[in-house]
């Protein structure tokens, strides 16, 4: 009994070893470059998180101070051609997603995303979404020569917080491996006092637009060209 006894207090000890070498051994992966078969890459280890391979939880998140994102385009693109200005009721849609450290996209309704809404619910009380879509209508007019649409900006914010991947048996060598990571994506409209912004965008035509106005039923005309 005592040797059996023995045998398990220094498989959970080997756990607890890999747990702490393995948060030192994966930063300082980060810091300096590795060769493959010394640990997994970021995006392995976030890839077996998607997939559930690796046991995966979203530590200690930071929601960073809101701020406007930048202007996009919305809607289709009005021309006038005319010699009046030309005024329109144009609707306009907007998706705006989220992305990680690395630039990759996170997919709404995926695993990475419900582990990152979990912590966030977890410690803020509030739901986290990787994705935000609105939709509208908004009249514009446009000058004479010139061409209008509408843009808007999303109110952003990131998340930040460290990764904790856990395998039923060693991978790489460990049981536990951690990286940091910070999301940024959509904020609820009003979040630290920033709203979202639609606007109307204009500029003059180019020569070839002018060009293109003298002939066919362009001509004399305001026309829409999908974006």
């Avoid at 051609?81 to 989220?98: H, K, L, N, P």
Wanted: proline share 4%.
């Amino acid at each position: 009994m005592a040797k059996r006894k023995n045998s398990r207090v220094i498989r959970r000890g080997s756990r607890l070893m890999a747990l702490s070498t393995a948060s030192l051994g994966l930063l300082a992966a980060m810091a300096v470059p590795a060769a493959a078969e010394d640990g997994p890459t970021r995006e392995q280890l976030i890839a077996d998180c998607a997939s559930g391979e690796g046991k995966c939880s979203f530590n200690e998140p930071t929601l960073g101070t809101a701020y406007l994102g930048d202007f996009h385009q919305v809607s289709d693109s009005l021309y006038n051609c005319s010699t009046s200005d030309a005024t329109q009721s144009m609707g306009w849609s907007d998706t705006v997603g989220s992305t990680d450290s690395a630039g990759v996209s996170v997919t709404a309704g995926g695993k990475i995303a419900g582990l990152i809404d979990l912590s966030v619910t977890a410690t803020y009380s509030h739901t986290w979404s990787s994705s935000h879509t609105e939709n509208s209508s908004l009249t514009m007019t446009v000058k004479p020569g010139e061409v209008g649409w509408i843009s808007r900006a999303q109110v952003m914010q990131t998340v930040s917080g460290t990764w904790q991947t856990h395998y039923d048996s060693p991978k790489w060598g460990h049981y536990f491996w951690f990286v940091p990571d910070t999301v940024t994506g959509p904020a609820p409209n009003g979040t630290d006092g920033r709203s979202n912004a639609v606007t109307v965008k204009s500029r003059k035509m180019t020569a070839s637009e002018k060009a293109s106005c003298s002939s066919g039923v362009k001509k004399g005309r305001s026309f829409v060209v999908q974006h």
